[in-house]
């Protein structure tokens, strides 16, 4: 069964420093992986996706993500934290078998800001 | 391209009452999903359909939940005697394509409160 495990539920950093959210997947086969955007009272919007191509994926909003197979990890990162990162985040995967689009995701971490 | 909608955006019912939600997905997509998010947590998988079709249904949709997609556009998820336990956001998100899982574009979501 696949599953997400993101460490930590607040992350608080300040301007301009380095983000860094952690998350850890279990999958029994090479899985496809997502970080998700939550901003208040609006829908989950994604940052980035993994799909078995480049390790090292590009997102919106100066986000990146590296694929380490042998951490099981996809942590996301950015290099300059800016006020309106405060949101919180979600990692998520999906296995992409059995024909359906199953997507698990993790529990969340949310980013402070501080400035 | 507005987007994916939902209706109503809250909903205050008491127990034991029915209720309905709408989703209406971007339009050119085929693939439609539904999840619910209760506070602290990500968002579980519900169902999802293809076209009209609905291809998987998680264990958390009891009996007294039901999902349908006339005609592959807009669908409804209904729940039947609503439980406190059923207080959560109710996100539905939308996709195109096939193959692998594809971004799902997710709607501002369904608050339902029970009484």
């Known amino acids: 069964a696949q599953s997400v495990t993101q460490l930590g539920s607040h992350v608080s950093v300040s301007e301009g420093a380095l983000v860094l959210l952690r998350c850890n997947y279990s999958s029994s086969v090479p899985p496809y992986l997502f970080w998700y955007v939550q901003y208040p009272n609006q829908g989950l919007q994604l940052l980035l996706k993994?799909?078995?191509?480049?390790?090292l994926v590009k997102g919106i909003n100066g986000f990146e993500a590296e694929f380490k197979k042998s951490e099981t990890s996809f942590h996301l990162t950015k290099p300059s934290a800016h006020m309106s990162d405060a949101a919180e985040y979600f990692c998520?995967?999906?296995?992409?078998?059995?024909?359906?689009?199953?997507?698990?995701f993790g529990t969340g971490t949310k980013l402070q800001v501080i400035p | 391209d507005t987007g994916v909608s939902q209706n109503p955006r809250h909903k205050i019912t008491k127990r034991g009452q029915n209720v309905t939600f709408r989703c209406d997905p971007i339009?050119?997509?085929?693939?439609l999903y539904w999840y619910r998010q209760t506070l602290g947590q990500g968002p579980e998988f519900l169902t999802y359909?293809?076209?009209?079709?609905?291809?998987?249904k998680s264990r958390l949709l009891s009996d007294r939940f039901s999902a349908e997609r006339p005609k592959g556009s807009f669908s409804t998820l209904e729940i039947q005697r609503t439980e406190q336990g059923d207080s959560a956001m109710y996100l539905c998100?939308?996709?195109?394509?096939?193959?692998?899982?594809?971004?799902?574009?997710f709607g501002p979501g369904t608050r339902l409160t029970v009484t």
């Open positions: 993994y799909t078995s191509a480049a390790t």
């Open positions: 359909f293809q076209n009209e079709a609905q291809l998987e």
């Open positions: 998520a995967v999906s296995d992409g078998t059995g024909g359906y689009q199953k997507v698990t």
């Open positions: 339009s050119e997509h085929n693939r």
């Open positions: 998100a939308s996709s195109l394509g096939s193959g692998g899982p594809q971004e799902q574009y």
